[in-house]
């Protein structure tokens, strides 16, 4: 029996992951928008690869649903109807709701302490301009919010989700006032978990997402309506 060579090259995929880094936070930063086409040799001239890791991972966000390939125009990003986003945000709030329940009850005082900095360092990100950092600090506080209740199961799910939602993330928390809402909003929800009130933290969370969600319903229905965003 022939012996199956099942070493793969490192370097490849390593490279294939910091593509598709690179195009989910450009997505997530709204530098390629809903809609926008995402040329495969336009793509390697900006990120400096060839085609091959280009094309893988435009393949992988494709799975996580935020490029989708349409019929002669290939590749470009999705976009998300109202009912969609509604759905979304409604699993999001359930299940980020039994997040925070479940962190405020069994969470370590390790990952509460991590939390506490990822917290901070979405208020830090608040106070500049940079929209991918931004994204990439609330999509760190959403991570460790997760893993800290403890359920593989959920974090999956919510990952799934949040690479979804995360194209109207930016848009929503750039909205007059809703950044600095949404700062205070999870600073609460970390001094639920750090007292250890898991009915409250459940609630925050709730609360939170359903927050984000009116503000991006709202401009999804602006959008709809031709109005300027």
Do not use: W
Request: charged share 25%.
């Amino acid at each position: 029996m022939n012996e199956i060579n099942l070493q793969i090259p490192r370097q490849a995929a390593t490279l294939r992951l910091l593509v598709e880094d690179k195009i989910r936070s450009a997505i997530a930063a709204g530098h390629f928008k809903p809609g926008q086409r995402l040329i495969e040799r336009e793509l390697c001239e900006q990120i400096g690869v060839g085609r091959t890791s280009v094309r893988e991972a435009l393949r992988q966000l494709e799975a996580e649903g935020l490029v989708v390939t349409v019929p002669h125009r290939g590749p470009e990003v999705s976009s998300i109807s109202p009912d969609e986003a509604r759905q979304l945000y409604e699993l999001r709030a359930l299940l980020e709701g039994f997040a925070g329940r479940n962190f405020a009850r069994n969470g370590s005082d390790a990952a509460i302490a991590e939390l506490g900095r990822a917290v901070d360092g979405f208020a830090t990100a608040a106070q500049g301009s940079d929209r991918a950092a931004l994204v990439a600090a609330k999509t760190r506080f959403y991570a460790v919010l997760t893993q800290g209740a403890g359920n593989v199961f959920v974090t999956q799910t919510l990952t799934t989700l949040h690479n979804r939602i995360t194209l109207l993330r930016v848009t929503s928390m750039t909205q007059a006032g809703r950044l600095d809402d949404s700062v205070a909003e999870i600073r609460e929800i970390y001094d639920a978990i750090v007292a250890r009130d898991p009915e409250r933290a459940e609630a925050l969370c709730r609360n939170h997402i359903a927050k984000a969600a009116e503000v991006a319903m709202a401009v999804l229905a602006r959008q709809g309506s031709g109005a300027p965003e």
